[in-house]
């Protein structure tokens, strides 16, 4: 079992940036493939971006690739997501998630999920 916390979201206005971290309990996150997605008001949960167990391997959803970067800290129980250049459109509830099969924090429902941080991109 795995519990994630999320942390470093808030209000930036266009072209700025954020990192949002998400810190995990448990001596098995190493175990985990990790992800972020994130809901826009009125809309569904979307994939956002991926990484793997070992962080060898990373995923990104078209619309934010060149600008969102995910990493992980292995040693800190750690995964980020680095957003550049944020969008009005980037505003949503971010959400990590952790599950032990890759493709599923790509396609989702993942076996757990963060509480969610909130971004808004002003224009």
């Known amino acids: 079992q795995v519990q994630l916390v999320e942390s470093g979201g808030g209000l930036v206005q266009a072209g700025g940036s954020l990192r949002l971290s998400c810190a995990a309990s448990?001596?098995?996150?190493?175990?985990?493939?990790m992800g972020w997605f994130r809901q826009a008001p009125g809309k569904e949960r979307e994939f956002v971006a991926a990484?793997?167990?070992?962080?060898?391997?990373?995923y990104y959803t078209n619309s934010v690739k060149g600008r969102f970067t995910i990493s992980r800290d292995n040693a800190k129980n750690t995964v980020y997501l680095q957003m550049n250049s944020l969008k009005p459109e980037d505003t949503a509830v971010y959400y990590c998630?952790?599950?032990?099969?890759?493709?599923?924090?790509?396609?989702?429902?993942?076996?757990?999920w963060g509480q969610g941080t909130q971004v808004t991109v002003s224009s």
């Open positions: 998630a952790a599950d032990m099969v890759f493709p599923t924090v790509i396609i989702g429902p993942p076996a757990h």
């Open positions: 448990g001596r098995t996150f190493s175990s985990y493939n």
């Open positions: 990484i793997s167990q070992s962080g060898s391997t990373t």
